[in-house]
């Protein structure tokens, strides 16, 4: 669960315009880069380094069709931050087990006291 | 002991009932005595561990493992509302000493007849401006459609 192999896709994921254009290639397929840029009010060479981020990140892949620069995301980009919650699934659920046996082995609480064994 | 799952690719959710109180449960994580007895694997022990339990206060573990090897886990609380919920931060701490990625985990207590359904969420990306840009949710049906194909 520690992170550093994972740091250029948390910091490529970690931009709210960055995160959008995901979003946005996940639902829409394949898009050109003149169509992601769009929705913000940023210039152009501001989309064309957010999607270089992706693409060096390992999340994004583009190709170019005639005058268009082409964006799609790519199948396993997103599979490393998957496996990195899923580690922690595993923390937490074995921490919980082990929470669990303990709240059983504090004392009783509640108005009814007992002695202590 | 009835545990339930969800994750999308940047938040897990887990959802948990235990045999005791909010107040036992919320103590569990915010005593370092009580923490130190339950928190890590199987086999782990936590040597260290330090609270200031406060708004923004800090928090530190020391994980122990059974290989030997150690871990550093810290944190700064970002609300506490004893005994219903509790939300903090978390990175370890990489080789460099540096904090690595921080996320944040955001805790429910709810009461049900003596016992508590705690109700953990824990978000890859802390802030609000990442919450709104993943509102669209299509990170997650990416994952749904891809067991589907499977």
């Known amino acids: ?117 | 002991m009835t545990e339930t799952t969800a994750s999308d690719d940047l938040v897990l959710f887990i959802q948990r009932e235990f045999k005791a109180t909010p107040e036992r449960v919320y103590e569990a994580w915010t005593d370092p005595a009580i923490l130190a007895r339950w928190f890590g694997p199987e086999g782990s022990t936590i040597p260290e561990c330090d609270m200031d339990v406060r708004p923004g206060g800090h928090w530190r573990a020391l994980m122990l493992h059974a290989d030997g090897r150690s871990n550093e886990v810290s944190g700064v609380y970002l609300s506490l509302d004893r005994p219903d919920a509790l939300k903090l931060t978390w990175a370890w701490t990489q080789d460099d000493g540096s904090r690595g990625h921080e996320t944040e985990i955001d805790l429910q207590f709810i009461a049900e007849g003596g016992r508590t359904r705690m109700r953990m969420t824990q978000r890859v990306f802390a802030d609000k401006g990442m919450r709104d840009a993943h509102e669209g949710g299509w990170i997650s049906s990416f994952r749904c459609l891809d067991q589907v194909l499977a």
Do not use: C
């Open chain 1, 1 to 117: 669960m520690t992170s550093e192999n994972m740091v250029p896709v948390f910091s490529a994921l970690g931009d709210p315009v960055r995160m959008a254009i995901v979003e946005r290639l996940l639902k829409d397929g394949e898009t050109s880069a003149g169509d992601l840029a769009e929705p913000f009010a940023i210039s152009k060479p501001a989309i064309s380094r957010h999607l270089s981020v992706l693409e060096e990140a390992g999340l994004v892949e583009r190709r170019t069709e005639k005058q268009y620069r082409m964006f799609t995301m790519k199948p396993d980009g997103l599979k490393s931050m998957a496996d990195w919650l899923e580690t922690y699934r595993q923390f937490w659920s074995a921490s919980f087990d082990r929470l669990e046996r303990i709240l059983e082995e504090l004392p009783p609480e509640g108005g009814l006291q007992k002695e202590p064994k």
